[in-house]
């Protein structure tokens, strides 16, 4: 699910690995993006950003694959959870952190609204929505972002060229789910879209809301707390949901079991390993370009492996789109004495 950019409001926009700019903690930096360590290998950077490209724009395509067997909350909720077990005790050990409960209450409230809300919801659209799609409809969090960021509390009005990317993302969003047979194909399902939609607007209040509250000083510790948090969520809303009343282990096919393997080791573990990383060793606009590239890597795996569907109508919709995150996230601070270089969404790990 960005080429060179500033963050227009000053709020980060990395939501799973913590805020850089967080009022009470600064994992990477305090009020700065980090800043290029040396020396890096290169041959590794190189290595870590087709990880990042390609790993995380094949979770669409795991997920896909995991819901043909696994109820959608129990396969992201086993994921998640399998995720929060291992990174949370590592992490705590290697930072030599101890979180405090007001850590604790925002990595659970950023857990429910991403994992639950947001990765949840996405896994039950697409049961009935390609993962391409979903891919290019989630890759609308940070237009969400700006909504949320203006609408809150002392939050900030965008400016005219941020207004005209969100703009142009609602209406690759009309294209997607009407007017009927454009371009010779369907249009999207209106329920599996209006899924797609509210989990990209968890998300992005999920972003705001660890922005602006106390999180841990090491990024993956708060990501080993908030998807331990978030996969605990999601078993209990499955429990809720009975999915496990009827359901059968031995039933679950090798495609499935292979999809929430890759899940948890290649789009997490090595995912986030990569991405943690770039984020050391190279610029925030370079490792950003992975925002644009997931929602095509998606696409492209999806028609090739899933025999997904790739009509004029998703070309237009994801041109339009993917230029209105373009508009979006790249747009100059409205303060020109800021030159931060923001972080991108990481929308799908």
């Given amino acids: 699910m960005v080429l060179l950019f500033a963050n227009p409001f000053h709020y980060d926009l990395n939501p799973l690995l913590p805020s850089t700019t967080n009022s009470h903690s600064a994992p990477l930096g305090g009020n700065r993006a980090p800043k290029i360590s040396a020396p890096a290998n290169r041959s590794l950077i190189l290595l870590c950003f087709v990880a990042v490209y390609i790993l995380w724009g094949a979770t669409y395509l795991g997920m896909k694959v995991g819901v043909e067997s696994f109820p959608p909350h129990l396969l992201s909720g086993l994921r998640f959870f399998i995720v929060g077990i291992v990174f949370y005790p590592l992490f705590r050990h290697l930072s030599g952190e101890k979180p405090t409960l007001v850590q604790w209450r925002t990595t659970i409230v950023v857990g429910v609204l991403l994992c639950l809300c947001g990765n949840g919801t ?3 659209a697409e049961r009935i929505v390609s993962s391409g799609l979903a891919a290019l409809l989630v890759s609308t969090v940070s237009l969400w972002m700006v909504l949320i960021e203006w609408l809150r509390p002392g939050g900030r009005r965008p400016a005219p060229r941020v207004l005209a990317g969100f703009v142009l993302g609602f209406t690759g ?11 010779g194909a369907d ?15 968890a998300w992005a209040a999920g972003s705001i809301y660890s922005r602006h509250h106390p999180l841990p000083r090491s990024p993956m510790l708060a990501v080993g707390m908030e998807t331990l948090a978030g996969g605990t969520a999601l078993l209990i ?5 009975g999915d496990l009343h009827n359901f059968q282990w031995a039933a679950v096919s090798l495609r499935s079991w292979l999809g929430l393997l890759y899940l948890i080791v290649f789009g997490s573990a090595l995912g986030f390993s990569a991405y943690a990383y770039l984020l050391k060793h190279s610029t925030a606009a370079r490792v950003a370009t992975y925002a644009f590239v997931n929602p095509v890597v998606a ?4 028609w090739f492996l899933a025999n997904e569907p ?10 339009v789109i993917l230029i209105a995150v373009l508009l979006v996230i790249a747009a100059p601070h409205p303060d020109p004495a800021t030159t ?3 972080l991108p969404v990481a929308t799908e790990a």
């Fill in 122 to 124: 996405v896994c039950w």
């Fill in 173 to 183: 969003m009309v294209i997607l789910v009407g007017p009927k047979h454009l371009g």
């Fill in 187 to 201: 249009r999207i399902d209106p329920w599996g879209a209006l899924a797609l939609i509210v989990a990209s607007l």
């Fill in 237 to 241: 809303v499955s429990f809720l949901r």
């Fill in 299 to 302: 696409l492209l795996l999806g």
């Fill in 310 to 319: 790739f009509s004029l109508r998703t070309i237009l919709a994801s041109t």
């Fill in 340 to 342: 931060d270089e923001s």
